[in-house]
């Protein structure tokens, strides 16, 4: 069966999920990247998964929506990178055109100074379109949902925090990341991990983090390690009932 304009694999998905009568869901082009996009109800809640090789988060962030209110955007591939124009790129260096040039130059190394400049003119012309579709209305909250599986934890980012709340050592791979002092001090409550990173420090990386905290946009990453799925629900569940 073929629904134009819808890959095979966004089909698929789409056909996979059974959502509520509320929810609604299509597959959206975002300067030049594919996404699911799944809208439900009306709240000022956003929703992310970036990284197409996050699979737990994904498969989380589907089940959260099958009854929590907002809008959620997640890449549509399996891939950690992707091309939205002609060359190679993190998805989640795109935000700034500093993160998009280290990002390019990184991942496309036989590319030439004047090829990396096109692309970089290409993604400057779009970013507002990410921006757009991704950051909620003023006093929302976005929460992007990632996975860990290369090393990374709570200690990597503790050294360029403003605060941490460190109460579950033994998991390092499973902590928030949030970008406003007053949710960060709601969830400095509570049993999980966490840091506060309410300022534009160090370099810019291009990441949505760092694009949040030097906007003050309410931002809450949750990262759990891959595989984790149990754990990464848990946290998603309890932090959206404890935030406004
Ligand atoms: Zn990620």
Redesign the pocket.
């Known amino acids: 069966m073929a629904i134009p304009g819808l890959s095979r694999r966004a089909f698929v998905l789409l056909a996979a999920v059974p959502f509520s009568a509320a929810a609604a869901s299509d597959r959206k082009n975002i300067s030049g990247i594919g996404f699911l996009r799944i809208r439900n109800g009306r709240a000022n809640r956003r929703y992310l998964v ?2 197409g090789d ?1 699979s737990t988060a994904r498969d989380t962030l589907i089940e959260h929506m099958k009854s929590a209110p907002g809008v959620a955007f997640l890449i549509d591939g399996r891939t950690r990178t992707v091309r939205p124009h002609l060359l190679e790129i993190d998805p ?1 260096r795109m935000f700034s055109a500093a993160g998009a040039a280290l990002s390019l130059s990184r991942l496309n190394p036989s590319a030439s100074p004047a090829a990396i400049q096109r692309e970089l003119r290409w993604l400057d012309a779009r970013r507002h379109q990410l921006l757009e579709a991704l950051l909620p209305a003023p006093g929302g909250l976005l929460i992007a949902l ?2 860990n599986s290369r090393g990374y934890s709570i200690q990597s980012e503790a050294p360029i925090s403003n605060r941490v709340h460190l109460p579950a050592p033994s998991t390092p791979h499973d902590f928030f990341l949030a970008t406003s002092e007053s949710d960060f001090n709601l969830i400095a409550r509570g049993p999980y991990n966490a840091v506060l990173q309410s300022g534009a420090r160090g370099p810019d990386d291009g990441s949505l983090s760092r694009l949040c905290a030097g906007r003050s946009i309410r931002y809450v990453n949750l990262e759990c390690a891959l595989g984790n799925r149990a754990a990464q629900a848990e946290m998603l569940n309890w932090l959206d009932r404890l935030l406004p």
Do not use: Q
Request: charged letters at 15%; hydrophobic letters at 15%; zero cysteines.
């Open positions: 970036i990284h996050e989640n990632h996975n």
